[in-house]
């Protein structure tokens, strides 16, 4: 078997190359995936490890997860009740409905959620012909900037558990990060911007209560998934049924919305990124790669942030860097048994680019899928912002 370091390389440059030659990112990431396993793995070994995460409830959750979030997401659309929402946001936002609408459903720690506020601006996408290239940028980086302060995604109470610090500590840390984060994300769209035509009209109290009234899907996910604490695979399905119920909806359009929510290639999509990410922890990839990099004698302060970027990277799951990374550098991050705010804004913030700029990422995947985009020109937007987020998340850790 191959050094299990050098095979996780050997598939993250095949995903790369397949995706540079435009196959379908299923297909990369099950090719990437077998090289992997069959690198790591006897064949009988590694398609039983496949069964097993394709079966697991991990797995299962998210699909289910996921899969209902289509559902609802494509009957709100059939009812007007996004149409609605997305007329009241133009009428507060105008075109920075593309930023609110994202960061709207950032609130939701659900997999996948990017397709809810994907759908959200799929008419202003297409009324004002904003490149898709662009629309996938907009609703992929502010979905995701709350991630480095809001205390409900799961990378945050991991990260907090590991360094026994109150979680309300821990985001007034990461504040000015995730302030940054997020206007990197407007000055890179600035140009783009200027070019949509839509203005903002005069707010009253009936747009507030359409979008309340509207967006009740998504209060409702809200209250009962972070206030009561239920799972989110019991509280979506049941989220996607009130609509049916309350809506009236009629059996032929009910149909049309499952029926486009259950499309194989986001099934495949979900899978694939899971097997990967389960492979690589029953490798112990991640653990090679840092036992790989400290052998070359590289210094404490790059090695910490270099591991938790490339791990992000290389799985695209939040939870992997936070999981497998952060418990290795406690010490680092807490010298002498203090919370150092400069050590925490960079590894924290180098493990979220990572996974910003994963092409396994679910949310991207989702996303280029959905408007039809190419990841290389999506690129050309994450990349400035994401060096800029990394440069000042140094700064602040030679600041601070």
């Not at 200027?194 to 996910?221: C, D, H, Q, T, V």
């Not at 119920?245 to 009910?254: A, D, T």
């Not at 389960?278 to 090695?303: F, H």
Request: hydrophobic letters at 55%; a positive charge; proline letters at 4%.
């Amino acid at each position: 078997m191959v050094d299990v370091a050098i095979a996780l390389l050997a598939s993250f440059a095949l995903i790369f190359i397949l995706i540079a030659r435009k196959i379908t990112p299923a297909i990369c990431i099950f090719a990437g995936l077998t090289l992997l396993g069959v690198l790591s793995f006897p064949p009988e070994t590694f398609l039983k490890y496949l069964l097993n995460s394709f079966t697991s409830r991990e797995t299962l959750e998210i699909l289910i997860i996921v899969t209902f979030a289509l559902a609802m997401s494509f009957s709100m659309e059939q009812t007007g009740m996004l149409s609605q929402i997305t007329e009241v946001l133009t009428s507060l936002g105008g075109k920075w409905t593309l930023v609110l609408a994202p960061l709207l459903i950032g609130l939701l720690p659900m997999p996948g959620g990017a397709i809810v506020s994907a759908m959200m601006v799929a008419d202003i996408v297409k009324k004002y012909k904003v490149s898709s290239e662009f629309a996938t940028f907009t609703n992929y980086w502010f979905r995701h900037v709350l991630v480095l302060i809001w205390p409900v995604y799961p990378v945050f109470l991991i990260i907090a558990e590991v360094l026994e610090s109150p979680y309300i500590r821990l985001s007034e840390i990461m504040l000015p990060m995730g302030f940054s984060v997020f206007l990197f994300g407007i000055l890179i769209s600035l140009k783009d911007m200027r070019k949509i035509g839509i203005k903002r009209e005069k707010i009253s109290l009936r747009n507030i209560f359409e979008l309340l009234k509207n967006s009740y899907p998504i209060i409702a996910i809200i209250i009962f998934s972070l206030i009561f604490k239920i799972e989110l695979w019991i509280v979506v399905p049941l989220t996607a049924l009130s609509v049916i119920l309350l809506k009236r909806m009629e059996k032929e359009k009910i149909l049309e919305a499952y029926r486009k929510s259950l499309d194989l290639s986001f099934i495949m999509l979900i899978l694939g990124v899971m097997a990967y990410k389960d492979i690589i922890e029953l490798t112990g990839a991640a653990e090679s790669l840092i036992v790989l990099l400290e052998s070359k004698s590289i210094p404490i302060w790059l090695i910490a942030p270099t591991l938790s970027f490339l791990i992000g990277f290389s799985s695209g799951v939040d939870v992997s860097y936070a999981s497998t990374v952060f418990p290795l550098f406690t010490q680092f991050i807490k010298s002498g048994g203090v919370l150092s705010q400069g050590h925490l804004i960079l590894m924290f913030t180098s493990g979220f680019l990572g996974v910003m700029m994963s092409p396994m990422h679910l949310c991207l995947i989702i996303t280029l899928k959905f408007f039809k985009a190419e990841l290389r020109d999506v690129y050309r937007y994450i990349l400035p912002t994401s060096v800029l987020s990394l440069l000042i998340s140094a700064l602040f850790f030679l600041l601070l």
